[in-house]
């Protein structure tokens, strides 16, 4: 099947340039990362059901794995929404490489969308933590996968997902010359991100992975 051209993107988020500034002028080590990523930044598909979709394919795999599988799976269906993905196979999606416990994830989270509804036309209007409660109440949606959320679709701009594990190794190699760090050392560097540590965690996850993550 011929691949897609997904014309759901949208420019990247108004602040990230301003962002960028004050941030290499706040860290020194993301004075020398943000330099050699100088792009568009989080860019955002709009469409809030790929987004968590999305972000399920990628719970605890590694960039590459995610997008390789999420590949297969696009290739599986028409279109990826709500009603195909009711509609689809267990076996044609566990073909794709999904888990059994995703793939009911995935179709728990379509039936929120199909039958049930969620408040997405509020969602611009609620805080970060808000948003968070709402996400987690819907089965196979954690902290981790509402943050990437609250990121991609909301381009919300002082996200620190702390349960990412490219974040935290990005941190260890970039802060502590390649020493594990816990969840409060990444949290006590990344106060020095704040407003903006969304930002600052796009740009770290690349200085690990080049490729942009998307969700």
Same mark, same amino acid.
Request: proline share 4%; hydrophobic share 40%.
């Given at each position: 099947?011929?691949?897609?051209?997904?014309?759901t993107k949208?420019?990247?988020?108004?602040?990230?340039?301003?962002?960028?500034?004050?941030?290499?002028?706040?860290?020194?080590?993301l004075?020398?990362?943000?330099?050699?990523?100088?792009?568009?930044?989080?860019?955002?598909?709009?469409?809030?059901?790929?987004?968590?979709?999305?972000?399920i394919?990628?719970?605890?795999?590694?960039?590459?794995?995610?997008?390789?599988?999420?590949?297969?799976?696009?290739?599986? @269906? $028409?279109?990826?929404?709500?009603?195909?993905? #009711?509609?689809?196979?267990?076996? %044609?999606?566990?073909? !794709?490489?999904? *888990?059994?416990?995703?793939?009911?994830?995935?179709?728990?989270?379509?039936?929120?969308?199909?039958?049930?509804?969620?408040?997405?036309?509020?969602?611009?209007?609620?805080?970060?933590?808000?948003?968070?409660?709402?996400?987690?109440?819907?089965?196979g949606?954690?902290?981790?996968?509402?943050?990437?959320?609250?990121?991609?679709?909301?381009?919300?701009?002082?996200?620190?997902? @702390? $349960?990412?594990?490219?974040?935290?190794?990005? #941190?260890?190699?970039?802060?502590? %010359?390649?020493?594990? !760090?816990?969840? *409060?050392?990444?949290?006590?560097?990344?106060?020095?991100?704040?407003?903006w540590?969304?930002v600052?965690?796009?740009?770290?996850?690349?200085?690990?992975?080049?490729?942009?993550?998307?969700?």
């Amino acid at each position: 099947m011929a691949k897609r051209i997904d014309m759901t993107k949208e420019v990247s988020a108004d602040y990230w340039d301003d962002a960028c500034i004050k941030l290499m002028k706040q860290d020194r080590i993301l004075k020398k990362i943000i330099p050699k990523f100088k792009d568009t930044g989080v860019v955002s598909r709009g469409d809030p059901f790929l987004t968590l979709a999305r972000s399920i394919v990628g719970q605890q795999i590694s960039v590459a794995s995610a997008q390789a599988v999420w590949n297969r799976f696009e290739a599986s @269906l $028409d279109k990826v929404n709500p009603k195909q993905v #009711i509609a689809a196979e267990f076996e %044609s999606l566990k073909a !794709v490489g999904l *888990s059994g416990r995703k793939i009911e994830y995935i179709k728990d989270l379509a039936e929120h969308f199909q039958n049930q509804g969620l408040s997405r036309t509020k969602w611009h209007q609620l805080d970060d933590e808000s948003v968070i409660k709402e996400l987690t109440n819907i089965r196979g949606i954690g902290r981790w996968t509402a943050e990437m959320f609250l990121i991609f679709n909301l381009k919300r701009p002082d996200i620190l997902p @702390l $349960d990412d594990i490219g974040l935290l190794r990005a #941190i260890s190699i970039n802060y502590f %010359s390649g020493e594990k !760090v816990t969840r *409060s050392e990444a949290r006590e560097v990344a106060e020095n991100w704040a407003p903006w540590r969304t930002v600052a965690t796009w740009y770290l996850w690349r200085s690990i992975d080049p490729i942009p993550v998307d969700y």
